[in-house]
């Protein structure tokens, strides 16, 4: 057994692809080892900024042989059609005559001997580089690429003597044994037998090529210099994996922030340090931002970092004394005053400005704001001014503090902490790990600015498609399920507040006078549909069945998504237990039997039964089950009471049982098989004023 080793020298690869690299680069040489039938017993791979590393140990020297049987013509068929066969068979392989369903036929055994490995690979590993799947690619030379970056090398290795050779372009291949260390730190080129001695000669030559070692490394590093001066680390693990791919030998440096500038904003000093400059924040012991940041160099300087330390003070200085500019400047215009500036701004061609749009979720207040138990003059309010820091000079500068600066910016005018905070937490939660908004005034305008924006683009047609969705209406939609069922909001959905949301884009547009405009029913199925889409899988990331969902969902109608959980939960806990499963078995039992029979009558058996065929004692027993039970059950249903619903229920499945145990639906008395049938359809209807029981698998 033999190892592969593999590197892909470029230039640099975006720390945002890298992830998604390693996992293709093992997938697609693992995969292509498996085509050719070759074997292996681990598959490991590694990125840096500038390589691609894989090793695959455990593959065997050379392709196990392969025994091939081949059917020919019958015997006695045309010679030439004999011939034919056996001219397209190896010299050495064997013939022999075998019957094959009552015919006797030509067989022959092919012996197809195993290829030695090392010369499948070099076809193998340039098939993999042309089809390689980056989200972006360029081409460079004659005939080389595609690939993220220029490559420079290709390292191949099978075994400790055997390097592949690797030609991309005519005339020029690769150095498959050698590979060079860190860019500025150790360049000189270097021989490499196995992954052991490459892995050991590359750290000799500072690159770490595992972004775990380096993530632990820049943790370790900037603990102790945190701790040095009694601060710590601001846990902050996506800028963590960002910076790991940034570097490949890591060099944790301090800086400090001039005390004159750390009266801004904590959020806009993070900003300004996270997400332009790539730094950590340092906290103190009681969480709040310290004057000092952390910053990984790539490199190592003769001077301990000294210089390094000084260039990143000196460009975060500069892009603070900015922010310090647009922060005083900003302040001295009021939030209100800003409003009237948003008609200028575009939020789409066909739904408006920015100010259109913030009239609309204004108006929207009324119908939203009891329901979230927020002061409705209040969400008007807070609706009135939540874009109009778009024009301010710091969010001109740093886009990601939208809503942010509004909070600050209405404090600062007097505005009450409830506007204020809503303003900052409207656009929340903009992504699944993020904290969802908990008090009222900010609940309430956080749905409308997503509701609006979910019906104003469904209503002129663009919904999303496949992969595409420009308008992140998947978020939004995910945004109000997880506002709704988090903050338990009573808030029934298309008939109220999405016909409201589509009445304020019909008023302001004049959709009504467009005869090319859909009108608000496909709207609002398209909507729903949309929202039990998303609604699945929001609940499939947290274990629960969708096809328990989907049933409510069927019935029509629910909008509600707090009772449809509610009653999701409950048929959940009651199809877990016995009697739950064997009801669904006689449900489906009933449903089969009356879609054949219907079919076959070309008829429905949806009309009452008469009472006066009823003869076979469990035939009596159940209707008079039924008759004291599903009144019980439409009760508690229309209650909200569906645990005990579904307890109602469980009186029905031995008399459903019994039913089927001791009475023949499909008798030759024709009044009577068709009694019998209606009988079934009123089990049917009465699971299904509770669940669309067809809908839930096994």
Known sequence: MTELLLEMLSEEIPARMQARAVEDLKRLVTEALNREDLTFECAKAYATPRRLVLVVDGIPETQPDVSEERRGPQVGAPEKAVDGFKNSLPADAEIEQREDKGNTYYFAIVEKKGIQVELLLGQLIIDIIRRFPWPKSMNWGVDHGPWIRPLHNIVCRFGPTASI??????????????????????????????????????????????????????????????????????????????????????????????????????????TAMRHHQKYFACLDKGGNLANRFIVVANTETTDGGKQVIAGNERVLRARLADARFFWDQDRKQTLESRTNGLAGRVFHAR???????????????????????????????????????HSTGMVGEFPELQGVMGRYYALSDGEPPEVADAIAEHYAPRGPNDACPEKPVSIALA?????????????????????????????????????????????????????????????????????????????????????????????????????????????????????????????????????????????????????????????????????????????KVLVTAMASVVPEIDSAVSDERFSESMALLAALRKPVDDFFDAVTVNVDDPALRENRLKLLNKIRSALDDVADFSRIEG
């Open 165 to 270: 050779a690797i030609t991309l372009e005519p005339g020029r291949g690769f150095r498959t044994t050698e590979t060079t260390g860190h860019k500025f730190l150790s360049p000189d080129w270097f021989e490499v037998k196995d992954f052991a001695d490459y892995k050991k000669k590359l750290e000799k030559a500072k690159v770490i090529i595992d972004p775990a070692k380096r993530r632990e490394i820049i943790l370790k590093e900037a603990g102790k210099l945190c701790g040095k001066v009694g601060l710590v680390l601001k846990d902050d693990p996506e800028l963590l994996d960002e910076i790991a791919g940034l570097v490949e030998w890591p060099v944790v440096l301090m800086g400090t922030i001039d005390d004159d500038l750390m009266y801004l904003p904590p959020e806009v000093l993070t």
């Open 351 to 389: 739904l408006g400005s920015v100010l259109d749009k913030s009239k609309r979720i204004e108006a929207l207040a009324a119908f939203v704001a009891e329901a979230c138990g927020a002061d409705a003059k209040q969400v008007k309010r807070a609706a009135r001014l939540c874009k109009a820091d």
């Open 447 to 619: 749905l409308n600015d997503k509701i609006d924006s979910l019906v104003g683009f469904f209503a002129i047609g663009e919904k999303p498609t496949g992969s595409k969705d420009p308008f992140a209406l998947r978020r939004a939609a995910l945004g109000v399920i997880r506002l709704i069922l988090q903050n338990k909001l009573r808030l029934p959905l298309a008939a109220t507040v999405f016909k409201a949301a589509y009445r304020l884009h019909e008023k302001q547009r004049g959709w009504e006078k467009e005869e090319e405009t859909e009108g608000w029913l496909p709207v609002s199925s398209d909507l729903m549909a949309f929202f039990a889409d998303r609604l699945k899988v929001y609940l499939r990331e947290r274990g629960v069945r969708y096809d328990h969902v989907d049933a409510v969902f069927a019935l029509g109608g629910e909008d509600d998504l707090v009772r449809l959980m509610a009653r999701a939960d409950a048929l959940s806990e009651f199809l877990a237990t016995e009697d739950g499963e064997n009801l669904l078995t006689a449900y489906s039992r009933a449903a089969n039997i009356l879609k054949i029979e219907e079919k076959k009558d070309g008829r429905s058996y949806a009309k009452a039964p008469d009472p006066t065929l009823y003869c076979d004692g469990e035939e």
